[in-house]
């Protein structure tokens, strides 16, 4: 005699947890993978902005008269983790950092302003931000203008509605050595933040942005490579720039206009 012991099973509920991890490990892999390394070190910043934001009241006075916040320091050294932990192949170059010399032995780059505006930083304007650059093979990745407290970015690869203007851009440096703007047609703006500035003509809100006394590479690549994304006209040191790695030891004077 056959006995059918089918009516006797009962259905177990399948556990679904090993699956559960197993496809989170995946997620987090492949979302680490796909991720633009601007992206996750924008990230980031916006993960901890509250505490960044605190620190804004603690700052120093460096060697050439500006200062350096905690702020500026934190954001230096959260990305310098995360580049240390999943990015070594590229060499860190941070206004904050000391890269003189060392940077000449690599050819795989991340440039970071931690916090460009600082003295807009430490006097609780919003009106700072933070630029990062990738260059690979000397040769420029991607790059990223974030700015926290205003809630607008751009990254490599974003389509930008351009806005119409006859607003100049200026550096604030062009002010302190008392050049004057030349064309009367236009407005002109200066805003202590070379980021902001970068994000305006990027945006079409600034007609063109000028800095005829010069910023170092970290206040400029991030704006220059975008720009030049964007079909934009920009020029270093009088000559037209294509994206190549600059010297993080000198001052580069800058134009980028809009067509």
């Given at each position: 005699m056959i006995?059918?012991?089918?009516?006797?099973?009962?259905?177990?509920?399948?556990?679904?947890?090993?699956?559960?991890k197993f496809n989170?490990?995946?997620?987090?892999?492949?979302?680490?993978?796909?991720?633009s390394i601007c992206t996750k070190l924008i990230d980031i910043i916006k993960n901890n902005l509250s505490e960044i934001k605190?620190?804004?009241?603690t700052f120093y006075k460096k060697s050439d008269g500006s200062h350096v916040s905690e702020g500026d320091l934190l954001i230096q050294k959260l990305l310098q983790d995360e580049i240390l932990k999943n990015f070594k192949n590229y060499f860190l170059i941070s206004e904050e950092n000391d890269h003189s010399g060392k940077w000449e032995d690599y050819n795989d780059f991340i440039v970071l302003d931690p916090i460009d505006g600082t003295e807009n930083f430490i006097s609780?304007?919003?009106?700072?931000?933070v630029g990062i650059s990738v260059f690979e093979n000397r040769k420029h990745a991607e790059s990223a203008i974030l700015l926290p407290d205003m809630n607008l970015e751009i990254k490599s690869g974003d389509k930008i509605i351009k806005n119409k203007s006859k607003i100049v851009g200026m550096s604030t440096r062009?002010?302190?050595?008392?050049?004057?703007?030349?064309?009367k047609n236009f407005d002109y703006r200066a805003l202590g933040c070379s980021m902001i500035n970068m994000y305006y003509v990027l945006t079409g809100s600034f007609n063109h942005y000028v800095?005829?006394?010069?910023?170092?590479?970290?206040?400029?690549?991030?704006?220059?490579?975008?720009?030049?994304?964007?079909?934009m006209d920009v020029y270093v040191d009088g000559e037209k720039y294509d994206g190549e790695f600059l010297s993080p030891e000198k001052r580069y004077k800058i134009k980028i206009l809009n067509k």
């Open positions: 006995t059918d012991h089918s009516r006797n099973l009962q259905l177990q509920p399948k556990d679904f947890s090993f699956y559960s989170s490990i995946l997620d987090y892999k492949f979302n680490l993978f796909v991720k605190k620190l804004k009241n609780g304007m919003l009106e700072w931000g062009h002010f302190k050595k008392g050049l004057d703007p030349c064309d800095d005829p006394v010069g910023g170092f590479l970290w206040d400029i690549l991030p704006g220059l490579n975008l720009a030049i994304e964007q079909k």
